[in-house]
């Protein structure tokens, strides 16, 4: 993520919740669509984006689709039963964490 | 405006060239950089092929593709742990269990012996040569697939390049197997664990080298559904 270091750690969670709402996505079809939502304003970098991906599919989170479009190969992919179970867990842990720092940076507001 | 086959073609070498090997992930990448040139060219159709293709290659940053090399490499050796893993679980269930515990009691009841050492150095070299003929062999079939296919999958590579690498780790233990002194087999507790770890890597090493790599072409086709296409 270019513009701040403070989105890196939910990028795991940007991801699941992005196959959550889509059936299957690719990698740069997640770039562009995570970027149309924020207005441009949270760009996920390609640098980190595959990374993120490949260590999610190690862990059995996500599965992987290969089709063939225009004349090239396209990798999709999509969650696992475990993958779903995951993204509650995650956003859950993401709606907490945002809940906090509200409580930290502007008391007034809980 | 749609990149044609020989740009498509241009693409892959381009991943060569900055150091991914395989093609899964060469596969990934090359869409990636497609869909950003397309994407650039609708803005500006007469941006050249090159510079499109070096803007697309700008976004990874300033490491290129190192990240997702490393983090796919992990991804795989993850992988193939969790095969090797599945596959050793087995051999504690029946009826493999038979076998497993055939193996222990022969490793045991020999290092009861006064023999011990020159037993486990014995059994050591056994190890030591089958896997390296088995080693010799797979890399051969893998120089083999290569010549048909001209394609290396990550997978394919650990399954058959690094399957021996187990018996290296083995291997560095010759010494310690070597200064074993002889009055060791009156130890209950030391035979116990040093005929189950013998069995443990005589386990290891036949599953790496043997029942993986036959298995071969089924978790390939798991693990790439691109790999039969």
Known sequence: MSNSKLYKGSLNTIILKLLNE??????????????????????????ALYPALHKLEAEG?????????????????????????????????????????????????? | ????????????????????????????????????????????????????????????????????????GKAMNKRYMRYMWTELKKW???????TTIALFLLFYIAF???YIAPLALFFFGIITVWCTYKGIQL???????????NKKWMLEELIFKQAGSTMFVFMSQLFNVYKIPDNYGDNTYFLVLFSLAFT??????????????????????????????
């Not at chain 1, 299957?24 to 640098?47: D, H, P, R, S």
């Open chain 2, 139 to 149: 890399n051969k079939q893998f120089r083999r697939r290569k010549e048909v296919s």
């Open chain 2, 112 to 114: 009861s012996t006064v």
């Open chain 2, 1 to 72: 405006m749609k990149l044609t086959e020989s740009q498509i073609q241009d693409l892959y070498a381009f991943t060569r060239q900055h150091f991914v090997e395989h093609y899964d992930l060469q596969t990934e990448l090359v869409d990636h950089l497609a869909n950003d040139i397309e994407k650039q060219w609708q803005v500006q159709p007469k941006l050249t092929f090159e510079d499109a293709k070096n803007k697309a290659f700008k976004k990874f940053g300033i490491f290129g593709f190192m990240d997702a090399i490393e983090q796919k």
């Open chain 1, 61 to 110: 989170l996500l599965d992987v689709e290969v089709a063939k479009v225009d004349n090239r190969l396209r990798k999709y992919y999509k969650l696992t039963e475990t993958g779903t179970k995951e993204t509650v867990n995650k956003l859950e842990e993401l709606a907490e964490y945002i809940k906090t720092m509200q409580a930290l940076v502007n008391p007034k507001l809980v």
């Open chain 1, 22 to 47: 889509h059936d299957k996505m690719y990698g740069y079809e997640i770039t562009q669509k995570v970027k149309a939502l924020t207005k441009g304003e949270l760009k996920i970098t390609e640098g």
């Open chain 2, 200 to 229: 443990i890597i005589a386990l290891v090493n036949y599953i790496s080298l043997e029942v993986i790599p036959s298995k071969a072409e089924k978790l390939l086709n798991e693990t790439y559904p691109e790999f039969s296409l």
């Open chain 2, 92 to 98: 504690f269930e029946l009826p493999q269990i038979i």
